[in-house]
């Protein structure tokens, strides 16, 4: 068990609807990261946080955005869905440390039909 | 920026052999953190094992091993006695140790196979 909770584990969807992605990092983790693996791909970063503040961002979508409570969870939001956003969408959470790894969570499957 | 090059998109090893799994990336940084990862077909992603660039000394971590080349930019991982328990994707990853809280950069997987 790593410790970061991803809700729910699949989520089933039409096409042009908004969806909410939700994690909770590991305690004492300040860093939060959101990846997508499509499917037999690797996992492309989408976005993370550090304390509730965006620190850095990469292939994500202007139809996703995110963000990180002052409890440090964090919620990916998904909207306009299309076909190609069926995916695995990962959430993980670090120490501040470089040398800290990456502990991910379960993955939510997204299926949007 | 960094990319991280996985030249192997499929191996296979018989049970209780070795088998060396290739990683090479490219960055102009000097001091950094790579990974293996490992996503069984459960998806979960799983740590394997960690190398710091300015540590000459490679990794290990029971059957785990890696092979830094630092000039070559070269991260290998060598399995021995090899179980049916090891088949799964493995992502080599690369993190930047010059920006506080980097992400992860990935490979694109090897799929090892294991055959009894």
């Known amino acids: 068990d790593s410790g970061v909770t991803q809700t729910p584990k699949h989520l089933i969807t039409a096409t042009g609807q908004r969806v909410t992605l939700r994690c909770s990092p590991r305690s004492g983790d300040l860093s939060v990261y959101w990846y997508q693996q499509s499917l037999d791909q690797g996992l492309q970063f989408l976005i993370q946080y550090y304390n509730g503040e965006e620190r850095a961002k990469g292939n994500i979508l202007e139809r996703f955005s995110a963000q990180q409570f002052p409890d440090l969870h964090s919620e990916l939001n998904l909207s306009s869905l299309e076909l190609g956003d069926s995916a695995l969408y990962f959430c993980?959470?670090?120490?501040?440390?470089?040398?800290?790894?990456?502990?991910f969570g379960n993955g939510t499957r997204l299926t949007v039909t | 920026a960094q990319t991280v090059t996985q030249s192997q998109p499929e191996m296979s090893v018989q049970e209780a052999e070795t088998v060396t799994l290739s990683c090479t990336y490219d960055?102009?940084?000097?001091?950094?953190?790579l990974f293996w990862y490992k996503q069984p077909p459960s998806r979960q992603m799983i740590l394997v094992i960690r190398q710091e660039a300015y540590k000459q000394q490679n990794a290990t971590e029971n059957r785990f091993s890696v092979n830094f080349q630092k000039a070559a930019k070269s991260f290998s991982l060598k399995i021995s006695d090899s179980q049916l328990g090891d088949a799964a994707m493995y992502f080599c990853?690369?993190?930047?140790?010059?920006?506080?809280?980097?992400?992860?950069?990935f490979g694109e997987g090897t799929q090892l196979t294991v055959n009894p």
């Open positions: 960055t102009s940084e000097s001091d950094y953190y």
């Open positions: 993980a959470s670090s120490l501040e440390a470089a040398n800290s790894p990456l502990h």
């Open positions: 990853a690369y993190r930047s140790r010059e920006t506080s809280g980097s992400r992860l950069t």
